[in-house]
Nanobody, 127 residues
Framework: QVQLVESGGGLVQPGGSLRLSCAASEGIWRINEGGWYRQAPGKQRELVATITSSGRSNYGDSVKGRFTISRDSAKSTVYLEMKNLKPEVTAVYYC?????????????????????WGNGTLVPVSS
């Protein structure tokens, strides 16, 4: 079963920094394309950042310059570095796996056409 597990969330003071991690479950060889989305109370889920297989990144307008998405060299973990946090970014942050590659006894299998989501990690920004 494919799982994406977020970690690194938690209470942070305004102006502080935090790094979120998204790790794929065993058997997932690579997160080719993925990203982060967030949902604040009473609002719709919105794009935070995405990263493609070539490493190209894209950001929501509200986080440009303050958030950075990256991926480890094995491409099985995606990170979100958040700096200068403000109370208005308080939300549940979700990891998205848009294109994963599964490793099995038959070899590598792209899991295209399915979006996978983590359960989310809460990031409250408050003094």
């Amino acid at each position: 079963q494919v799982q994406l597990v977020e970690s690194g969330g938690g209470l942070v003071q305004p102006g502080g920094s935090l790094r979120l991690s998204c790790a794929a479950s065993e058997g997932i060889w690579r997160i080719n394309e993925g990203g982060w989305y967030r949902q604040a109370p009473g609002k719709q889920r919105e794009l935070v950042a995405t990263i493609t297989s070539s490493g190209r990144s894209n950001y929501g307008d509200s986080v440009k310059g303050r958030f950075t998405i990256s991926r480890d060299s094995a491409k099985s973990t995606v990170y979100l570095e958040m700096k200068n946090l403000k109370p208005e970014v308080t939300a549940v942050y979700y990891c998205n796996g848009h294109e994963l590659v599964r490793s099995s006894s038959q070899g590598l299998e792209p899991l295209s056409g399915i979006d996978y989501w983590g359960n989310g990690t809460l990031v409250p920004v408050s003094s």
